[in-house]
């Protein structure tokens, strides 16, 4: 039985494919994750004591730590979903983008596909290391149109930039040496096991302890929304159905302004506007994304969850789980959202 690797398992787009994995298939689990301040040991919890699951502690970007790994365990199919991804930490310190998303990456494509090279020709053939990416490539959108497969890259943040690094070198590693790699360009996801650095969980625990909501700029900034059972759903679907070498995006069709989600997540908690305080916008704040999703969903797949069932049911999560994310606004945290919310708050129209 093929033994499935998943890097950044302890994060949350991590955490919940581990969930669907062990739902969906009798797999043994490898979970690898470096245990920044954005994994939360709790996570860890949620799957303790299934024998499926062997946890690793581990940066991809150690490649002596990598090639321990991939020789214990000989994985026959990768997710890589390891990476800093919050855009406002990257503006203030870009470095850990690019030594976690590009080197990191590198690293692991290499020793991927030395491990590869070892294997026996049906184990080769069988082979897969898909690569978890976001819309935030292609730049931002105008008022209509859908960014699709081919549309050229244009990142405007550290983060977007380092992840179109990432893709890059995937792609070249299947050019180059034949690794049998993929890619997913997936659009804004939101869930439980989501830091509360996030826009969702940040207003929806904002919300909870009755604080204020900063809300960038005048709001209508657009995203399509992504419940993330159903990414963990289409990843698992490309990499058991998807063609090597190609790029899928993954979008729930769910386009929704950052206004209309706070609205939605107001009406759920059951507070008022007035939380709300619009504040400075983010520096290069992309306008709009939205993807063609039609050659994923050619593979089978479709969203289960809609908008409005999902944000309810991340709610319930956020407000049952309390134990779990308090533990993430500590100190350093508070430090964080101090400098990165509290002068503009402060400075702060009522909307």
Known sequence: MTTVLVTGGAGFIGANLVHHLLAHSPAPLIVVDKMTYA????????????????????????????????????????????????VDRSIDSPEPFIRTNIVGTSVLLDVARR????????????????????????????????????????????????????????????????????????????????????????????ALQDQPLPLYGDGLQARDWLYV????????????????????????????????????????????WTLVRQVEDRLAHDRRYAMDGSRLRALGWQPQVSFDDGIARTVDWYRTHEDWWTSLRGDDWAAYYQDQYGRRLAHSVEA
């Open 39 to 86: 994994a939360n040991p709790r996570t860890l919890d949620s799957w303790n004591g299934d024998r499926r699951v062997t946890f690793v502690q581990a940066d991809i970007g150690d490649a002596n730590a990598m090639a321990e790994l991939f020789a214990a365990h000989r994985p026959g199919a990768i997710y890589n979903l390891a990476a800093e991804t919050h």
């Open 115 to 206: 491990h590869w090279m070892t294997l026996e020709t049906s184990e080769r053939a069988a082979f897969r290391f898909l690569h978890i990416s976001t819309d935030e490539v292609y730049g931002s959108l105008g008022a209509s149109g859908l960014f699709s497969e081919t549309t050229s890259y244009a990142p405007n943040s550290p983060y977007s930039a380092s992840k179109a690094g990432a893709d890059h070198l995937v792609r070249a590693y299947f050019h180059t040496y034949g690794l049998p790699t993929l890619v997913t360009n997936c659009s804004n996801n939101y869930g439980p096991f989501q830091h509360p650095e996030k826009l969702i969980p940040l207003f929806i625990t904002n």
């Open 229 to 272: 059972d159903d990414h963990a759903d289409a990843i698992s679907t490309v990499l058991d159905r998807g063609e090597r070498g190609a790029v899928y995006n993954v979008a729930a069709g769910s386009e929704r302004t950052n206004r209309a989600v706070t609205e939605a997540i107001l009406r759920d908690v059951g507070r008022p």
